[in-house]
């Protein structure tokens, strides 16, 4: 907590880069939606033994959450794994892991499962929610300027509905 008790609005970002949430990196108001955010990209370092953002050897700037949307789109998703380990674990066990750091860290926080939501999946209780391209056309970077109108999202909200979109999947009997 930066300045923690000294005025009750947001006046300094402050952070690690590559955990911050689009949305607060655009407001600058914290949610829990955000915390889930950084929790999805501290999943997806361990699994994958990466920074969140680093060079890659061609000397571009490699978003983690991109990478590996990138690797999930192409039916890859076990390509981004971290490479030393080998093939010491269970695919199943990396496989949930990879997806449901995908889904803490969507660029949307309406799509982003609550905390709850989190250790319920794994517990065991549910699974990860199915991930759909159109989840994922947005980079992390590019949405931490922009405003969320996707109609899906909203309409949603607007319709009454108080939880998110990622609750809707898990109290869908699975």
Same mark, same amino acid.
């Given at each position: 907590?930066?300045?923690?008790?000294?005025?009750?609005?947001?006046?300094?970002?402050?952070?690690?880069?590559?955990?911050?949430?689009?949305?607060?990196?655009?407001?600058?108001?914290?949610?829990?939606?955000?915390?889930?955010?950084?929790?999805?990209?501290? @999943?997806?370092?361990? %699994?994958?033994?990466?920074?969140?953002?680093?060079?890659?050897?061609?000397?571009?700037?490699?978003? @983690?959450?991109?990478?590996?949307?990138?690797?999930?789109?192409?039916?890859?998703?076990?390509? %981004?794994?971290?490479?030393?380990?080998?093939?010491?674990?269970?695919?199943?066990?990396?496989?949930?892991?990879?997806?449901?750091? @995908?889904?803490?860290?969507?660029?949307?926080?309406? %799509?982003?499962?609550?905390?709850?939501?989190?250790?319920?999946?794994?517990?065991?209780?549910?699974?990860?929610?199915?991930?759909?391209? &159109?989840?994922?056309?947005?980079?992390?970077?590019? %949405?931490? &300027?922009?405003?969320?109108?996707?109609?899906?999202?909203?309409?949603?909200?607007?319709?009454?509905?108080?939880?998110s979109v990622t609750e809707s999947f898990l109290s869908g009997?699975?």
């Amino acid at each position: 907590m930066y300045d923690h008790g000294t005025d009750p609005h947001t006046t300094h970002l402050v952070g690690t880069l590559g955990y911050l949430a689009p949305e607060f990196a655009r407001t600058g108001k914290g949610t829990t939606a955000t915390d889930t955010f950084a929790f999805g990209v501290f @999943l997806l370092e361990v %699994a994958c033994g990466k920074r969140p953002i680093s060079q890659h050897q061609s000397g571009e700037e490699l978003i @983690l959450v991109d990478w590996v949307s990138e690797c999930w789109k192409r039916a890859e998703i076990l390509e %981004a794994k971290d490479p030393k380990l080998g093939s010491d674990y269970a695919i199943e066990e990396m496989e949930l892991v990879l997806k449901l750091g @995908l889904v803490c860290s969507h660029p949307k926080p309406v %799509a982003r499962p609550t905390m709850r939501q989190v250790v319920q999946i794994l517990d065991g209780d549910y699974s990860v929610p199915e991930l759909s391209l &159109q989840c994922f056309d947005i980079s992390v970077l590019p %949405a931490m &300027q922009m405003e969320y109108t996707d109609d899906i999202f909203m309409s949603y909200r607007t319709s009454g509905h108080s939880s998110s979109v990622t609750e809707s999947f898990l109290s869908g009997g699975r």
